[in-house]
């Protein structure tokens, strides 16, 4: 698929004047009234212009005021990342509603909690989540403010095709946001602790899509492409292409030669995934240079950006990974409390430093300070602090304890550890909580998880604490190699003792098939943490199943 774009550099620089005055509901509309024929939502299902988008998002909004849905109420979402997540977000929007992603893969009394603490008033779900679902019935305040995607559940009587009876205007009584109303509820991935949802509004939305569109160089021609879950930040699927104009895509699949697939199909342009996910894409990608085989790989030369969050990116694997893809490879940083990416290295060569986080996009700034809140001096390590438009500052609902905690003076602490150079590119050096003490000496995981991740063998790792009677705190390694390794935890441990101090060397290393992921495409350390260290545990010996 391709699209004619004929906006110049100037009038899509228009198209960002303004913009984050505009409630999502209002730059919809606007995007309708301007290119009504242009591809938006696109997917294996169906394909939704401008102008279809915007009456069907028109009409399943009159559907939930119908069901008894208005201003502030709580919708909760459990639904597979479909066309709807994002016709329903919208919907959600233009009647002052709160949309609110719900990780149906949690335990059922996280799930619990987390709709105890929304207060959530109904529900967006499938067939599939009736089990689920009977959980959090009770806590419903009136059980039949459900509202099924596809084939009825046996909980509730609305369908989300009952909305072809209701009228595509926008009802004339209707209660309309404005930009600093909250739409959202951005949850955190709870890695550090309880979920928290942070009170996302229009403008915090619309703030981060203009300052990534300029900062990053998003296009409105880019076809669009986020892989991360449907309940990791959501509106990055389409908050960029909603301002522009341009196309986007909804693919629900972990596949990387299902991905591959569709962006050949589809010609998408610019991808929005982990680190390690574009490694498994290069099976089934053929080489941007035209060498090596290619009979029943994907063609996917459309690509010209792969933007890259969740992980660190050495400098080989960026320059390894634009030279296979032949496009851009742009590492980027981010958090729910940021509604979206705040640093980027990249776009060009220019705003880039190998091995750098990045620097901070339009619109952000950051310090670094000890934890006494005093700034520290360049290139030494401190906590991140960030503050600006975009920053979803209202703080976590039904949470004051830990808003309080976290919000100050009106910057964000990040609990991120890092160091920011004269330029202002900042590096990663691990989380507050993930520091261990060896021997009496900080050691940050990031570190060495950074030496490993550059052995050419090795495809995923992740380091975490461990303890040894005699030794205390000590590093454990837990890696995926790539097909057909032999590397063992001695050659490994000697390629470390190479490159870092005797006592950063982990004690422990294992090799495990897959290092276990979270839907968000972080690595689920809490997953690794509650697997007992094992020196011996290697899972690529037939018969060992861990």
């Known amino acids: 698929m391709e699209v004619d774009s004929s906006t110049d550099a100037s009038s899509q620089e228009a198209l960002l004047q303004g913009a984050t005055e505009l409630t999502l509901g209002q730059a919809l509309r606007r995007a309708a009234a301007r290119v009504p024929d242009r591809p938006a939502l696109l997917s294996d299902e169906r394909v939704l212009t401008w102008a279809q988008l915007d009456q069907e998002v028109d009409r399943l909004a009159n559907l939930l005021r119908a069901v008894g849905f208005g201003h502030g109420d709580v919708i909760a979402f459990l639904i597979d990342k479909r066309p709807e997540v994002v016709t329903g977000f919208l919907a959600c929007a233009r009647i002052g509603a709160v949309y609110a ?16 603490t929304a207060k959530v008033k109904g529900v967006f779900t499938e067939k599939a989540r009736d089990r689920l679902l009977e959980a959090v019935l009770p806590l419903l305040p009136d059980p039949r403010k459900i509202i099924y995607v596809g084939p009825k559940g046996r909980l509730g009587d609305t369908a989300y095709a009952d909305l072809e009876r209701h009228p595509a205007t ?4 209707a209660w309309r946001p404005e930009p600093d109303t909250v739409c959202y509820l951005n949850y955190t991935s709870g890695t550090t602790g309880r979920p928290k949802g942070a009170r996302t509004t229009h403008r915090n939305i619309q703030e981060n899509a203009v300052a990534t569109i300029q900062g990053l160089g998003f296009r409105e021609s880019d076809i669009f492409l986020g892989m991360f879950s449907v309940f990791a930040h959501p509106h990055e699927l389409f908050h960029r292409s909603l301002i522009l104009g341009g196309p986007f895509l909804i693919l629900d699949s972990l596949s990387p030669r299902v991905v591959a697939e569709a962006v050949e199909r589809f010609r998408v342009t610019w991808m929005m995934a982990v680190p390690s996910f574009y490694e498994m894409m ?7 240079d035209g060498s090596g085989p290619k009979h029943d790989l994907c063609d996917c030369s459309s690509l010209r950006v792969l933007e890259s969050g969740g992980a660190f990116v ?3 694997t960026l320059l390894r990974m634009e030279a296979a893809f032949g496009c851009t490879f742009m590492p980027v940083w981010g958090c ?3 509604t979206g990416v705040g640093l980027a290295n990249g776009p060009d060569k220019a705003t880039r430093k190998p091995g750098a986080t990045g620097r901070p996009v339009p619109g952000y700034r950051f310090r670094v300070v000890d934890e006494a809140g005093r700034d520290v001096p360049t290139g030494e390590v401190g906590e991140l602090l960030m503050r600006g438009p975009a920053v979803a500052s209202l703080g976590y609902l039904n949470m004051p304890e830990e808003t ?3 919000f100050v003076d009106g910057w964000y602490h990040t609990q991120d550890l890092v160091t920011m150079d004269q330029d202002g590119f900042v590096r990663f050096a691990g989380r ?3 520091m261990l003490k060896i021997g009496g000496i900080r050691v940050y995981p990031l570190e060495i998880e950074r030496v490993i991740k550059e052995h050419p063998e090795v495809r995923d790792v992740v380091v975490v604490r461990a303890e040894e009677r005699l030794r205390g705190e000590i590093a454990r390694a837990v ?7 032999a590397l063992d935890a001695k050659a490994l441990q000697a390629y470390c003792r190479a490159r870092l101090a005797v006592y950063k060397v982990p004690r422990i290393v294992e090799f495990w098939r897959e290092v276990p992921k979270l839907a968000n495409g972080k690595i689920d350390k809490q997953g690794v943490l509650g697997v007992p260290p094992d020196a011996e545990r290697d899972e690529r010996r037939q018969g060992d199943v861990g």
């Open 101 to 116: 992603p719900v990780n149906f893969k949690l335990h059922p009394d996280h799930v619990r909690d987390q709709f105890e």
């Open 170 to 173: 926008e009802a004339a009584d």
């Open 282 to 288: 290069l099976d089934y990608t053929a080489p941007a």
């Open 314 to 316: 050495g400098a080989e």
């Open 336 to 338: 729910t409390e940021a």
């Open 404 to 406: 309080d905690k976290l």
């Open 432 to 434: 507050r909580s993930e």
């Open 479 to 485: 890696v995926s190699t790539v097909p057909g390794s």
